[in-house]
Every structure is written in C-alpha cells, then in structure tokens.
C-alpha cells in the first residue's frame, strides 16, 4: 500500500522534516519544510500536522532537529519542553518526545542527532509496516462489491501510515473488493468531512459524505455492508473509547445486522482498563458546537455538551482489527494473547 | 401555554400579517410587515417563514391579503399559483392555499376577503390549540426532575401554536417537570442549534446544545430521562418519518432504556400509508453537506447522502403525544381509533 501523498518526510542531511499542511486541506495540498524546533511547534500548535500517531512522529523529528543544531544536555531538555507543551494532551506526542530524549542524554552528545534521526525514521517505519498489516488483515473482511461506512479520520494524516480502518479501506479498495466509501461528516471538528474525503478522492476511492444525522438512514437502508472505524483506547473487555458518534453507528449497525469493526494497533489496547467505565472521557469546549471556524449559528451564550469520545460496548463489536491479526469474540481473552505476544 | 414571542400575528384591519424573520436568528429578533402578495411569496421563498404548519397559515394569509387587494377571480387564482410556487413540496402550503381560493370562489367577490382573513385567523386558533393540547397531554409523560433530549425544531418558529415536541417541554417546564433541555444541532440545517436552542433561552428554560454526533453518548449518560421528536409522516402502524437523525436516537433510547417519544397533531397520521417503506423519503441537494451558510468544509465536487427524513420503526417509539391523547402500543389499532373520532 503506497500513499498517493506525503503527510511526513524525512531529510536527515539537511536536518528537516516536510509536512502536508492539513490546515490548508481539503482546499490546497501544500507542503511546509520545518528546519527548527520552533517551526515544528508552530506546526504542531497550528494543526498543521495533527493525529495521535503523526504527532508522535513529529515530535520525535523534533527531537532530531534539536539534535542537529546543538546537541547538549540543556539544549535537547528545553526542546523536549516546548514540544510536549505544544498539545498537552497528546500522550503519544508526550511519550515520543521523553523517549528520545532519555535515549539521546544516554549517549555522548557526538552521536545523538544521528540516534535521533534513526529513531524517528525507525518509530514512521514501523508505523508504516504496522499499518500496512492492519489493513491486510482487515481487506479478508470486506466482502466482494461491498461499500463501506467510515467515521472520523483514521487515514494516511493521522497516522503517518495507511492508517487505521482506513487502510482496511485502501486494501481493500485495492483488492478490488469495495465499491464506494461513505465518510460521516464528523461533527463537531468535520473531520469526516475536510480530511477523509479528501484522502478517498485523492486515492481514486468512490467517495460519498453524509450528515452524521443520516448515517442510521443509511446504514438501515442497506446501502452499506461494512461499518468500520478507528479506536481512541481499547479496555480489557473490548470497550472501546472512539471519537464521539461512533456509539451511535455501531448501535444502528447492530439494529440493521451489519457488521461494525474497529481497525487499531495492538498498543491502543490497555490492558490497565478494565472496562469502558474506567475509560475517562475528554470534553471540549463548548465553542466548538454551535458553530465552525469563526462562523457562529447558535445563540451566544447556549450551554453545551461536548465529549470527545464515547465508548462502544464490547457487545457491539463484530471483531477488532489489529496489526497482529483479527480478534473475534470474546475479547477478554483474545486481547490477554494479543498483549502476551513477543 | 403563552408565547413570549409571536412567529405570525394577523391584522385583517390593514389587510397585513406580521411575522417574525427567522432568517435572522438567532443573533436578531426581527418582525416583517408583509402586506402584499408579492411580500409574501418573498418572505416564504426566503425562508423567513418556515415550517411545514406555520407555512399553511402563511398560506391562508396570503391569500386574505390578496382578497384584501383585490377580490375577483382571475386576481386570487394568480395569487394561489404564485403562493403556491414559492416550495412547491410543501404539502400544507399547497393545501391551505387550495382550500383558501375554493372557498372564497364559492362566493360572490365582496364576501371573499373576510372570508378568508376569518379562515386564516381559524387555522391559527386551531394549531394554538392542538399544539396547548398536546403540550398538555405529553407533559405527564414527562417524571419531575427529567432533563430530555430533543431534535430539530418543533416549537412555535414550526407551527405558530406551541410546537409539537416543544409544546411538551413547554409544559412540563411550566409544571416544573423539567430541569433542561438537550438540543441536537440537527445537521445539515442546523434548525436545532439555530432555532431551537433561541426558543428555549426565549422562554427561559435551561438550554444545552450537542452535536448531532455526541447523542448517543448522552443517552447511555443517563443524562436525559426522555427523548421527544415531532414528526413529518406516521404510517398506520406506526412507523414515523421525521428529520433525519431520529432514527438514531430512537436506537440509542432504546438500548439504554429511555422512554422515546413522538408529538404531533392526528393530520399528521396517514392511514393510507400501511408501514414506514410506503413513505417516500425526500433527498436534498449535496451542497448541503460538507458546508453551510456559503462556507464550505468538504473538497468541491464530493458526492453526497442527503436524505431529509429517517424513518423510526413503531417498535422503537414508547407512544405518541397527539392533540387528541396519547396513543400506546399496539400503534394499529390506536391509530384507527384516533382517525375515527368526530
């Protein structure tokens, strides 16, 4: 599965990353060269370069660009400071970030920015090779001539990689199975609708947007035969914790007998979560609802309710899709293997 | 039930109505005197009169003021074809308009603006009182201490009375039932987060507004005891089509176990529709999706679902709120009887 496009690069010898700029998508593909800290954590900050994997690899790039400027003790502490400060909340970002910095003050600061660059190239190509099994795993799936209904975006620029169930979807596509991809608009940050038909189009996949209002329409008028979507935490039992709506598809899913899967590596899963009661739920602004990008269509003032995930039952869930295979039911113990692995 | 603001008020003296232009809410409260048939035409073509009921009153009034100008046939035949041209699929518009011409052909010229100007005036009176009906025999249903979850708009900016599902909320706020409201945003129209969310800080109920998407998350909370709908069309057995998104909260009220509910008036019954497969299912332009209000999310040219309805099978609705009385299980024969009654 080769990306039609480029959301990362690495130029080691000149001590700089390019980034697909995702804040000018869907209008314009522009690439962003990045030669300094601070140019990464405006990037970061910016949007520029967003999804929980994608971030860890930018911050670990991040780290090589300290490196390569001046690679001492002081310098590389106050990069790994101002890039995990640039999203507080991206524990993947965070953990990229502290690792490479644990591992550079271990070693003279001679050979650091050369580690650095390594590790960061090694972190895209595992996700790249991880992805890239999700996704054939998860094609065997998708039957002949079917369409596929998607939520969110799990693609090529949020991880770095194929993605998620969007890789599934690209195999799959690829494979000669699917006929077209249904992508839910995403509210509230229409991610659906900015990002994935975008990365549909621009991988040549029949692409179809939809209200998240219609999406239970669809999906009982059989215009779908798959429904798949990413995982933000997968708890121990097979709850899961995904961008907010997913609950609601997985429920008419189950109502209209079509299958729901959840396509994410294995380390999404957390065996320290018992189940999805203990998984604790971000909520956002209430800003963000009611309106879009400086245009405002509710009253000023109205209060909101806004999680950013909500967690799917284990009971709804047809099988998992993971980089080291399909889980079926029942999960407890198909996850317990999956973690066990070496 | 008294509204604190009036959608559409009648001043048969000055051959004018006034109304209230809901193209500029929620940020302006705005009323427009429309005296000629021309302004009328105008003010529904635009959309500052909306809402399938409160549109056949716009009819009916239409048509007085043009028997105000001029009472002669060839004058109220072009007023009726103008009128009725403005949303050519909106069935009650369409219909008063009819009844209005036939009516005032019936008899002789001089008698046809109060004739018409006292019909219109009916019409409001009688959806003022279905609608104080309905509020009135819903608010029961409704436990002391609820929160509830509502979709789209229902309220008087629908109907000109108290609204259907509104008039539920209104009610039980007045009884002291209620402890807030949960408003989706309703996409692709945002009637929700434009218009219903104004209506309920208008009438001083505490107001929360969701994403279509975070719904569910709501329900399986346990945040809101009760969800109401309207509805566009209920087959003979039940099965309802409403705004699109209905379906899937009646999918997530069910598995968590949240009573679901749906108000309207006995026309909105139709008897000749054996089940929810007979009712046609209007779809709406793609440009609706993946934008709103001139700016645009989506890449140009992605294809779209765009359904405006969904139907919710009878199964999933706990009963219905009619102005003639709550309808529960089993919907066939309860429905027949609702038709029968004189």
């Known amino acids: 599965v080769g990306a039609p496009f480029t959301p990362i690069r690495l130029i080691p010898d000149e001590a700089t990353i390019v980034i697909l700029d995702q804040t000018a998508l869907p209008a314009r593909e522009e690439y962003a060269r990045l030669s300094s800290v601070r140019a990464v954590c405006e990037a970061i900050r910016a949007l520029r370069v967003r999804g929980a994997p994608l971030l860890g690899i930018a911050g670990a790039c991040g780290m090589a660009i300290a490196a390569s400027d001046d690679s001492h003790d002081v310098s590389l502490r106050r990069a790994a400071a101002d890039l995990a400060a640039t999203r507080p909340t991206a524990v993947e970002l965070g953990a990229a970030v502290e690792a490479a ?21 090694a972190m895209l190509d595992a996700r790249r090779a991880g992805d890239a099994r999700i996704g054939k795993a998860g094609a065997g799936l998708v039957p002949h001539g079917s369409a596929v209904l998607t939520h969110c975006n799990t693609g ?18 690829e ?27 621009r991988c040549g996949i029949p692409a ?42 997985a429920l008419a899913a189950q109502r209209f007998t079509v299958p729901f899967y ?74 317990a293997s999956l973690l066990d692995e070496r």
């Open 175 to 201: 494979e000669g199975r699917l006929t077209r991809c249904y992508a839910t608009e995403t509210r509230p940050l229409m991610q659906g609708a900015r990002l994935t038909t975008w990365e549909l189009l």
């Open 156 to 173: 090529a620029l949020a991880t770095g990689g194929a993605g998620t169930a969007f890789a599934v979807i690209r195999c799959a596509w």
């Open 101 to 121: 910095l644990g591992a550079a003050l271990a070693i003279e600061p001679a050979g650091r920015a050369a580690l650095l660059w390594q590790a960061a190239s």
């Open 262 to 335: 959840v396509a994410a590596p294995h380390s999404t899963f957390d065996p320290r979560t018992a189940d999805g009661s203990a998984i604790p739920i971000e909520h956002r602004a209430a800003a963000e609802v009611g309106g879009f990008e400086g245009q405002r269509w509710a009253p000023e003032g109205v209060e909101a309710f806004n999680p950013a995930f909500d967690v799917t039952p284990a009971s709804l869930i047809t099988a998992f899709i993971t980089d080291r295979g399909i889980i079926l039911p029942p999960y407890a113990q198909g996850i």
């Open 208 to 249: 179809t947007l939809l209200p998240d209002t219609a999406a239970a329409a669809l999906i009982a008028s059989g215009g779908v035969q798959v429904v798949i979507t990413g995982a933000d935490r997968i708890a121990a039992n097979g709850d899961t914790a995904n961008k907010v709506g997913t609950l609601g598809l």
